[in-house]
């Protein structure tokens, strides 16, 4: 078994990442475990260079291979936003509410044929300050008119994936695990870690 240190202290997202990796041969810590480590300010310009440098300066500062993440939706119609800016979209504050209620007000009344979007999810590991790999999943589909649906978090409630009628906030966390744009990444990560025979990472 090795162990992972994941470079987040998002609760929804330590809690999904723990699902999908459930059953396999690694165990997680999180930052909120440790003490010492300073925010990492996301400035790239895209998600894999924003999961990259969280990655890379968290491992400087542990013997741990780290894992990070950056993840958001991106809406045609807006021009790819909200983007890298989909956590603090309608401020600082990272309310899921404030951030639907935005997206919609800007796209008002964009026919459901013009409201393409879709999940975009990079995860880095690194060890030594070294990257190792990185990994990417999509999940492409529109945005509803109105939030639907309690499960998941984020945009799920108003993000209905291609080939669905529902939101993702109500096809459930099982689909969701299945389809993800988390999901793919995180399966992507599995198959790597599998055929390296776990050798890419510090063992127990």
């Known amino acids: 078994m090795i162990t992972l240190l994941l470079a987040t202290r998002n609760r929804h997202k330590v809690r999904e990442l723990r ?4 059953g396999f ?6 930052l909120d475990q440790f003490s010492g480590f300073p925010p990492v300010r996301e400035d790239g310009k895209t998600f894999r260079s924003n999961a990259v440098k969280k990655a890379v300066v968290i491992s400087r500062k542990t013997i741990l291979p780290v894992l990070a993440e950056d993840s958001g939706l991106e809406v045609r119609a807006l021009g790819g936003r909200p983007g890298i800016r989909s956590a603090r979209f309608a401020g600082s504050d990272q309310d899921d509410r404030k ?3 935005k997206l919609l007000k800007l796209l008002g009344s964009t026919p459901a044929s013009r409201r393409q979007a879709r999940y975009v999810c990079w995860m880095a590991l690194a060890v ?7 990994f990417q999943g999509r999940c492409a589909g529109s945005i509803a008119f109105q939030p639907r649906g309690r499960a998941g978090f984020g945009y799920d409630p108003l993000f209905i994936p291609a080939g669905y009628k529902k939101t993702m906030a109500q096809l459930g966390i099982r689909l969701k695990h299945r389809i993800s744009h988390r999901a793919r990444a995180a399966a992507r990560l599995k198959r790597w870690l ?5 050798s890419g990472c510090p063992a127990d």
């Open 19 to 22: 699902q999908l990796l459930h």
């Open 25 to 30: 041969p690694v165990r997680f810590l999180t």
């Open 99 to 101: 951030n639907n209620a």
């Open 128 to 134: 030594g300050g070294r990257v190792v790999r990185a």
């Open 194 to 198: 599998l055929k390296t025979g776990l």
